[in-house]
């Protein structure tokens, strides 16, 4: 049996109680990448920053890596999992089409029978799952919301692409949001751009049932400078209105965490905008890669961590990616 919410008798809002997160075990750097796209370290670094990145192992799985990050945001908030009303998982590489992965992970945590989805909004699924968490809250159909960006990317990648291989890594970052007495999760910016879907994609339709799949899997495919245009021209408006709904100005943020699509979008992103000098920027990118869904949890799980992000400081969370789907909102921190 689910557990039971009330509904609230007067208004209330949600906060982010605690985070969590997963790195698979196994660190591969450059030198292991270059061979099949016949690359060098340093062409990687120049065009991403990225130094390493995580790859799963045949253990870790995707259900695996999603319960050990939400277990962790259920540590870190000092919430019982018999307390969590939904659990949504933001992910693209659930390689099942139903049941979502999401209900394995509510079995693995010892939920007791909540609301559970999967959400593809691919790299901007965190961010479209704060949103989501956040109104489920407020609305009293919900009072504590585990989210979890999981991802296990090299399922996707082709190794032999070399637009794509060197991007992307593995792992999995929570969320737990419940109620809070002020407002600390703010408007969500949102959209999509559907007319340039096929920017990032993949590479054609795995074959129908009672079809023999002829040649290699579908893998992921990126036109990247396409989407660099497109992201570092686009995605501060995006993040300005989201500050400004939040009825605050960039001198107000003390924590900018972007999506960790590579380091070169990352920086352009924080130079465009008119952050203090004191602003901490999330630039996880560089030792985890592109970790899609995962990124912004894992970023800002490691910026808390380390003691860069502190409880009570203003976070702007800003995502981006497939379909052109983007989204954008102030959050208080744990």
């Given at each position: 049996?689910s557990?039971?919410c009330?509904?609230?008798?007067?208004?209330?809002h949600?906060?982010?109680?605690?985070?969590?997160?997963?790195?698979p075990?196994?660190?591969?750097?450059?030198?292991?990448?270059?061979?099949p796209?016949?690359?060098?370290?340093?062409?990687?670094?120049?065009?991403?920053?990225?130094?390493?990145?995580?790859?799963?192992?045949?253990?870790?799985?995707?259900?695996?890596?999603?319960?050990?990050?939400?277990?962790?945001?259920?540590?870190?908030?000092?919430?019982?999992p018999?307390?969590?009303?939904?659990?949504?998982?933001?992910?693209?590489?659930?390689?099942?089409?139903?049941?979502?992965?999401?209900?394995?992970?509510?079995?693995?945590?010892?939920?007791?029978?909540?609301?559970?989805?999967?959400?593809?909004?691919?790299?901007?699924?965190?961010?479209?799952?704060?949103?989501?968490?956040?109104?489920?809250?407020?609305?009293?159909?919900?009072?504590?919301v585990?989210?979890?960006?999981?991802?296990?990317m090299?399922?996707?990648?082709?190794?032999?692409?070399r637009?794509?291989?060197?991007?992307?890594?593995d792992?999995?970052?929570?969320?737990?949001?419940?109620?809070?007495?002020?407002?600390?999760?703010?408007?969500?910016?949102?959209?999509?751009?559907?007319?340039?879907?096929?920017?990032?994609?993949?590479?054609?339709?795995?074959?129908a049932?009672?079809?023999?799949?002829?040649?290699?899997?579908?893998?992921?495919?990126?036109?990247g400078?396409?989407?660099?245009?497109?992201?570092v021209?686009?995605?501060a408006?995006v993040?300005?209105?989201a500050?400004?709904?939040?009825?605050?100005?960039?001198?107000?943020?003390?924590?900018?965490?972007?999506?960790?699509?590579?380091?070169?979008?990352?920086?352009?992103?924080a130079?465009?905008?008119?952050?203090?000098?004191?602003?901490?920027?999330?630039?996880d990118?560089?030792?985890s890669?592109?970790?899609?869904?995962?990124?912004?949890?894992?970023?800002?799980?490691?910026?808390?961590?380390?003691?860069?992000?502190?409880?009570?400081?203003?976070?702007?969370?800003?995502?981006?990616?497939?379909?052109?789907?983007?989204a954008?909102?102030?959050v208080?921190?744990p």
């Amino acid at each position: 049996m689910s557990v039971p919410c009330q509904a609230p008798e007067s208004l209330r809002h949600s906060r982010i109680l605690g985070t969590g997160s997963y790195r698979p075990a196994r660190v591969v750097g450059n030198d292991e990448i270059c061979g099949p796209i016949d690359s060098t370290d340093e062409w990687i670094v120049s065009r991403s920053g990225i130094r390493s990145r995580r790859y799963a192992s045949a253990d870790e799985s995707l259900a695996a890596m999603a319960e050990a990050a939400g277990r962790a945001a259920l540590a870190d908030a000092s919430v019982a999992p018999d307390e969590v009303n939904a659990l949504i998982v933001a992910t693209i590489s659930h390689r099942q089409a139903t049941p979502g992965v999401a209900t394995e992970v509510a079995a693995r945590l010892g939920l007791p029978g909540p609301a559970a989805m999967d959400l593809n909004a691919a790299c901007s699924g965190f961010c479209y799952g704060t949103a989501l968490a956040d109104a489920l809250v407020r609305a009293g159909t919900a009072d504590h919301v585990l989210l979890i960006g999981a991802e296990r990317m090299t399922d996707l990648v082709d190794p032999a692409d070399r637009s794509t291989a060197f991007l992307f890594g593995d792992g999995a970052g929570a969320a737990l949001v419940g109620v809070s007495g002020t407002p600390d999760i703010g408007p969500v910016v949102w959209g999509s751009d559907g007319t340039r879907r096929d920017v990032i994609g993949m590479t054609h339709v795995a074959a129908a049932a009672g079809h023999q799949q002829s040649g290699p899997a579908p893998s992921l495919r990126m036109e990247g400078p396409a989407v660099y245009r497109w992201a570092v021209s686009e995605m501060a408006e995006v993040a300005e209105r989201a500050v400004k709904q939040a009825g605050l100005t960039m001198a107000d943020i003390d924590v900018f965490v972007p999506h960790q699509a590579n380091r070169r979008i990352v920086d352009a992103l924080a130079r465009s905008l008119s952050l203090s000098e004191d602003t901490v920027v999330a630039r996880d990118v560089v030792e985890s890669g592109n970790t899609s869904a995962a990124s912004v949890p894992l970023a800002l799980d490691r910026l808390r961590a380390e003691n860069r992000a502190r409880r009570g400081d203003l976070a702007l969370l800003l995502a981006f990616g497939a379909g052109l789907a983007h989204a954008a909102q102030v959050v208080r921190l744990p």
